[in-house]
């Protein structure tokens, strides 16, 4: 079996005890190994080193049996530390250059790489260094053929008489009959011309027409912008001759109303010597024949025309009668009772301004009002707070009564509102009465339904 050598990876120790195995048996095998090493080293400097330190390596060995000799006689006890020491510093430097071998080594593998990266590239710059080469040779013959043909140009240019022929002999397909084509571009030109001036002539007379037709048109717009000023301010008139007719209406109604309640009041005895007598007939004349109806009959018809529900006419004394109601809840049973809770609480009356903010300001917005319809709204209201505050300080005191819903109708503590059947059942108030009492001064408005035994007996 072949003896093991030493490798680049042992230790000095190891070196050192192969060798004391080896060279006893053959004192040539450490110089054989140090001039043909098993191990391949890159850099000769490196090897030489090794090479010295080995055989340093051998000679501390021979001395070391010398010395191990001595000792056996008892001397040489120093000389073996020195030479411990030695080994050891011997050791150290061969791994110190063992490691600069290695670094060395991975040094010279990277240039190798950078030299074969080089390489490619230059490969690359001669392969494109060629190419344009050969671009600038295809460009200088092109550039010599161009300057043939300029040149023949210039030639032929001095000689007109050369020109045509030498076009038609270098482009055949378009100057062989050079002359008959430009004839005809001729013509064609001055046919384009005609035609233009023709298309010009046209253009003119579309101008024309359009500048007329406009005049036309802006002379009836004219006309008609007249016309709508002239119908804006008929409308504008009637719209004034209706407003006064509503406010002869109004007197008319308003002196009705004053003389039926006078005639009323005749059959009342001697109530006219009461405090109260003048109130109850504004309050009768507010509630069914002035203020109250005017703005019922104003937000009904504004409302009629924003609410498809309301555009069915044949139902239109309900719809008025249910808004009359609305109203008559907000601006007058809502003052009587606040009035007379702060009357039991004997405190001050309410003022209009806060009540209509808690009262008038939700009912304006649920219904959407115009800003003319609130300020009417509110001009009504304020009368209707007025009549109300007058009759619950009055003595004796008066009272705002409503009809309890689904009673029948009784014409001696009701009255009925229009298009009512007298034999009905109350659906709702329309206007609370006045009770001063056990008497009614004013008999509530109700609104009254045909009696229906299924409905009603339920």
Known sequence: MEQMKPSTDW??????????????????????????????????????????????????????????????????????????????????????????????????????????????TVKTKDSELLKKQTEIANLKKDLQSRQKTIDELNEKLNKPSSLWSWLAQKFPNFFSDGEAKIEKLENEVKTSKVNIGVLQQQVSKANESASYWKTQHDSQVAKLQQEKKRW???????????????????????????????????????????????VIIDYKAFCTQQSLDVITEDVYDYLRQRKEELKDGSRRDFFIAQTKTTLSKAFLMNVYKEQIRQLRKQQSLIEFDPFFESYGKNLISQMELSEKLIEQLKKTAKKGFDLVNQLVQITPTCHLVIADNGDEFNSEEHELAAGCPEDGIVEFTVVPGVLSGHRFLMKPIVYTVPYDPVRDKA
């Open 232 to 278: 804006e301010d008929e409308k504008k008139r009637l719209d004034e001759e209706t407003g006064k007719l509503r406010e002869m209406d109004a007197q008319r109604t308003a002196e009705i109303a004053r003389l039926s309640a006078t005639k009323e009041a005749e059959s009342l005895g001697d109530y006219e010597k009461r405090e109260g007598y003048q």
């Open 11 to 120: 230790s000095i120790t190891e070196i050192a005890g192969w060798f004391e195995q080896n060279t006893e048996k053959n004192p040539s095998a450490a110089d054989e190994w140090c001039y043909k090493p098993d191990c391949s080293l890159d850099i000769d400097e490196s090897i030489r080193m090794i090479q010295h330190l080995i055989e340093e390596s051998v000679k501390l060995r021979r001395n070391k049996e010398e010395v191990s000799s001595d000792r056996g006689r008892g001397t040489g006890g120093k000389a073996q530390s020195d030479l411990e020491a030695k080994l050891a510093e011997q050791e150290t430097q061969i791994a110190e250059l063992r490691q600069t071998e290695n670094t060395r080594s991975q040094q010279l593998s990277e240039k190798e790489v950078e030299i074969q990266q080089l390489r490619v």
